[in-house]
T-cell receptor
């Protein structure tokens, strides 16, 4: 069973749309959760950490459901520049420090 | 300003010819990681240094080695690259080795094996 699973997409949405990505993780001992953004042929960049209470940063909202081992990312008012791959990342519950990456969800925002 | 720097950005090597990838950081972080990311796959941790302490992942092939001569620099050595080693190699750092620490990634080195 994969540690972190994401719908690979691609998600094709028009500018201004709202889009949601989901992610599930397998290790209930995991304690930290992140969304990274990765542009084509570039390194992953931290988009936001995900906290139990949920958190919002501008157009981006992240939610965590520990009971269901489920993480989500909502992007409102999509911009062309949001086109990228979004990686769900969860720390390894056994080692603590190691990160387990999902394969990513591809988003294409079109004019 | 760049915080995690990787050189070169692109590396071409021949099958079986040793290659070294370089990573440096200006963050003074204790931990440096090396990940391998193949096309359309998630990054996979190869090993990390916690200060001078080297920690290998169980499934990292012996072909991959690493050196950390000082806090700022860390090298990835591939002793005999095979075609299957073609990938993006990502260096990352974190202040400490704890679950709450953020990892910061360098721009990566894309390795091509001919």
């Amino acid at each position: 069973r994969k540690e972190v699973e994401q719908d690979p997409g691609p998600f094709n949405v028009p500018e201004g749309a709202t889009v949601a990505f989901n992610c599930t993780y397998s290790n209930s001992a995991s304690q930290s959760f992140f969304w990274y953004r990765q542009d084509c042929r570039k390194e992953p960049k931290l988009l936001m950490s995900v906290y139990s209470s949920g958190n919002e940063d501008g157009r981006f909202t992240a939610q965590l459901n520990r009971a269901s081992q489920y993480i989500s990312l909502l992007i409102r008012d999509s911009k062309l520049s949001d086109s990228a791959t979004y990686l769900c990342v969860v720390n390894d519950g056994d080692s603590g420090y190691a990160l387990n990456f999902g394969k990513g969800t591809s988003l294409l925002v079109t004019p | 300003d760049a915080m995690v720097i990787q050189n070169p950005r692109y590396q071409v090597t021949q099958f079986g010819k040793p290659v070294t990838l370089s990573c440096s950081q200006t963050l003074n972080h204790n931990v440096m990681y090396w990940y391998q990311q193949k096309s359309s796959q998630a990054p996979k941790l190869l090993f990390h240094y916690y200060d001078k302490d080297f920690n290998n992942e169980a499934d990292t092939p012996d072909n991959f080695q690493s050196r950390r001569p000082n806090t700022s620099f860390c090298f990835l050595d591939i002793r005999s690259p095979g075609l299957g080693d073609a990938a993006m190699y990502l260096c990352a750092t974190s202040r400490d080795r704890a679950w709450q620490e953020t990892q910061y990634f360098g721009p990566g080195t894309r390795l091509l094996v001919l």
